[in-house]
T-cell receptor, first 113, second 113 residues
Framework: DAGVTQSPTHLIKTRGQQVTLRCSPK?????VSWYQQALGQGPQFIFQ???????QRGNFPDRFSGHQFPNYSSELNVNALLLGDSALYLC????????????FGPGTRLTVL | QQQVKQSPQSLIVQKGGISIINCAYE??????FPWYQQFPGKGPALLIA?????SEKKEGRFTISFNKSAKQFSLHIMDSQPGDSATYFC????????????FGEGTQLTVNP
């Protein structure tokens, strides 16, 4: 059983560019949450998707947007990249109606130059 | 606003010793408290979790102690091993609101052989 997978592993972009990160949840999971983890800090909640809709959102600007597909996979899009967007972006999946436990993927390391 | 405060920032323990990491929270609506372990280059992995209806939960060498009145909880790692060297994060969430996790700042644990 594959766990949570994310792509790409690493990404280098320049300021002002746009980026799309992808996540496939653990088999049987229907909810995907995205977190940003700056170096040396704990993950910060960006938003959560369930039934293809954004259910909750953290304190992140509208430059951060997402999408969930019918197969429960998800994308995180960041527009107008800033140097401060450099971080590890983590995807976590869970079963909203059954479990509280969230299982994290390995993350995508984004570097903005 | 930092809702979950974690200490210490770093911890060095000898093999076989006890590692203790503490967390304090502010939001009394939190009702689920997990601990995650993260190795370099990996996503956080769920170790153990507790709900406020119990004061202690033990799984193998890992124990969570929970003090609802003090709004504090801690992770104890018994018989610490070099393989336990990692960064540990406490977290908190409100189960009924979709399990959005609020993380502490993390503790870097080093277990010396």
């Amino acid at each position: 059983d594959a766990g949570v997978t994310q792509s790409p592993t690493h990404l280098i972009k320049t300021r002002g560019q746009q980026v799309t990160l992808r996540c496939s949840p653990k088999s049987g999971h229907d909810t995907v949450s995205w977190y940003q983890q700056a170096l040396g800090q704990g993950p910060q909640f960006i938003f959560q998707y369930y039934e293809e809709e954004e259910r909750q959102r953290g304190n992140f600007p509208d430059r951060f947007s997402g999408h969930q597909f019918p197969n429960y996979s998800s994308e995180l899009n960041v527009n107008a990249l800033l140097l401060g967007d450099s971080a590890l972006y983590l995807c976590a999946s869970s079963q909203l109606r059954v479990y509280n436990e969230q299982f994290f993927g390995p993350g995508t390391r984004l570097t903005v130059l | 606003q930092q809702q979950v405060k974690q200490s210490p920032q770093s911890l060095i323990v000898q093999k076989g010793g006890i590692s203790i990491i503490n967390c304090a929270y502010e939001n009394t609506a939190f009702d689920y408290f997990p601990w995650y372990q993260q190795f370099p280059g990996k996503g956080p992995a769920l170790l153990i979790a507790i709900r406020p209806d119990v004061s202690e939960k033990k799984e193998g060498r890992f124990t969570i102690s929970f003090n609802k009145s003090a709004k504090q909880f801690s992770l104890h790692i018994m018989d610490s091993q070099p393989g336990d060297s990692a960064t540990y994060f406490c977290a908190a969430s409100i189960e009924t609101s979709g399990s959005r996790l609020t993380f502490g700042e993390g503790t870097q644990l080093t277990v010396n052989p």
